[in-house]
């Protein structure tokens, strides 16, 4: 199989992007696939949403400014399938040296492009806005999942992010919009159902059937630093939707005929 580059963004801030990232590159790793979460976020939201020592690893920012080697900046989880790239340190001086850096010297192509071989997967998460970073993860993907908060702010913020997705592919960008991914949502909040109703109706043909609810266990998970897979023994209910978001992904990351073809059943038993 080769590698499928998925890039998550959105115009507006704290619509659910990384966590998003997070727990989908879980969901895929847990179902097989080798996948690369890589931040590309300056102020380090994989390694904020994650306890550990993420944040004190070089990554993406020493690749960037030293042309340290993409794989050695690799980290492995405890999840054999599941590694991940940080951003590593940008001080808060650096961000639009490193922004610019990013898109002028496509390092996030040289990421894919090193670590192809060895990933199915490469899940690239974005800052907010379309600003250089976000367009050269668009730039890098095959393909674009947006997550939009179903609030009115954040659906009037849609067009502008589809208005750039046009204008990349016309001007050679290989990336299709794979899906628009409603966020935070609830069906008991009148306000919340009413975009939830809006995002169903402007954007029939590309909103996914998966929307990731509103629930408290998100916190209880980024307080841990942990997928919310893994917050305890028994995994949270909300979990689950990951997995079905990964079926809907499936299904339209492989339109690739030859692949259909050799699609089969997977023997429980041999
Ligand atoms: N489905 C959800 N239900 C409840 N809380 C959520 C949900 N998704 C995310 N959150 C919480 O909302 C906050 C923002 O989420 P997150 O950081 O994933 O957004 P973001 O789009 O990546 O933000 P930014 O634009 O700053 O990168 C976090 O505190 C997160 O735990
Ligand atoms: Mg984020």
């Known amino acids: 199989m080769s590698c499928y580059t998925l890039t ?33 976020d300056p102020q380090g939201a994989i390694g904020l949403s994650l306890a550990g020592s993420l944040r004190d690893r070089s990554g993406l920012a020493a690749i960037v400014r030293a042309g340290q080697s993409p794989l050695e900046s690799c980290v492995q989880t405890k999840v054999s399938t599941l590694s991940i790239l940080p951003v590593g340190a940008v001080h808060a001086l650096d961000i639009d040296d490193f922004c610019e850096r990013v898109q002028r010297t496509r390092s996030l192509e040289t990421v894919r492009d090193a670590l192809a071989a060895t990933h199915d997967l490469i899940i690239f998460d974005t800052p907010a806005g379309l600003g250089g970073v976000t367009r050269a993860a668009i730039e890098a993907a095959n393909g674009l999942l947006v997550p939009v908060q179903c609030e009115p702010l954040s659906l009037r913020a849609m067009p502008h992010m589809l208005e750039l997705v046009s204008a990349l592919q016309q001007r050679g ?32 043909r590309v909103i996914l059937e998966t929307s990731i609810p509103r ?12 997928p919310v897979g893994l917050l305890s023994k028994r995994m949270p209910p909300v979990a689950a939707v990951f997995d079905r978001l990964v079926g809907e992904l499936e299904a339209r990351m492989s339109t690739n005929e030859s692949e259909q073809g050799d699609d089969e059943p997977i023997r429980l038993v041999d």
Do not use: H
């Open 8 to 40: 998550i963004a959105s115009l507006k801030g704290g619509v659910g992007k990384t966590t998003i990232a997070l727990n989908t590159a879980f969901a895929f790793a847990r179902r097989g696939y080798r996948t690369l979460l890589v931040d590309t």
């Open 173 to 204: 960008s290989r990336c299709e919009l794979l899906g628009v991914l409603a966020s935070m949502s609830s069906f008991r909040d009148p306000v919340v159902l009413a975009s939830l109703e809006e995002v169903w109706s402007l954007y029939d």
């Open 215 to 226: 629930d408290p266990v998100f916190l209880k998970a980024s307080q841990a630093g942990v």
